[in-house]
C-alpha cells in the first residue's frame, strides 16, 4: 500500500513562492501518476498538475507558467514549485498516486493573502 506524506504548505502573499513536496512510501508502480490537486473552501477538489515517471507533465491552464512540477524518483518525491501566486490559489493541496485506484495525501494548507 503506498503512503504519501505531503509538507511545504503555509501563508504566503501575493506574487510570492511556496514549494511543497511529497514522499511516496510502498510499493511505487513504473505505470503510476503522481500528482498535486487542490480544494478550495466551497469548491470542487481539481487538477493543479501531473506527472509520470518518465517526466512527461500536464497542468491545469490556471497555474501554466507559474507553477512547475518535478520528480525525484529515486527518492519517490514529487515537488510542486509555486511562483507567482494569487490569492485564488488558495486552497488545500493533496498529492495523488494513481495506479488502478487513487491514493490521498492528509493535503497540507497553502494561504495566499496580504
Known amino acids: 500500500q503506498v503512503q504519501l506524506v505531503e509538507s511545504g504548505g503555509g501563508l504566503v502573499q501575493p506574487g510570492g513562492s511556496l514549494r511543497l513536496s511529497c514522499a511516496a512510501s510502498?510499493?511505487?508502480?513504473?505505470?503510476?501518476?503522481m500528482g498535486w490537486y487542490r480544494q478550495a473552501p466551497g469548491k470542487q477538489r481539481e487538477l493543479v498538475a501531473t506527472?509520470?515517471?518518465?517526466?512527461?507533465?500536464n497542468y491545469a491552464d490556471s497555474v501554466k507558467g507559474r507553477f512547475t512540477i518535478s520528480s525525484d524518483n529515486a527518492k519517490n518525491t514529487v515537488i510542486l514549485e509555486m511562483n507567482s501566486l494569487k490569492v485564488e490559489d488558495t486552497a488545500v493541496y493533496y498529492c495523488?498516486?494513481?495506479?488502478?485506484?487513487?491514493?490521498w495525501g492528509k493535503g497540507t494548507l497553502v494561504t495566499v493573502s496580504s
Open positions: 495523488n498516486y494513481k495506479y488502478v485506484s487513487d491514493i
Open positions: 510502498g510499493t511505487i508502480f513504473s505505470f503510476a501518476v
Open positions: 506527472i509520470t515517471k518518465s517526466g512527461r507533465t
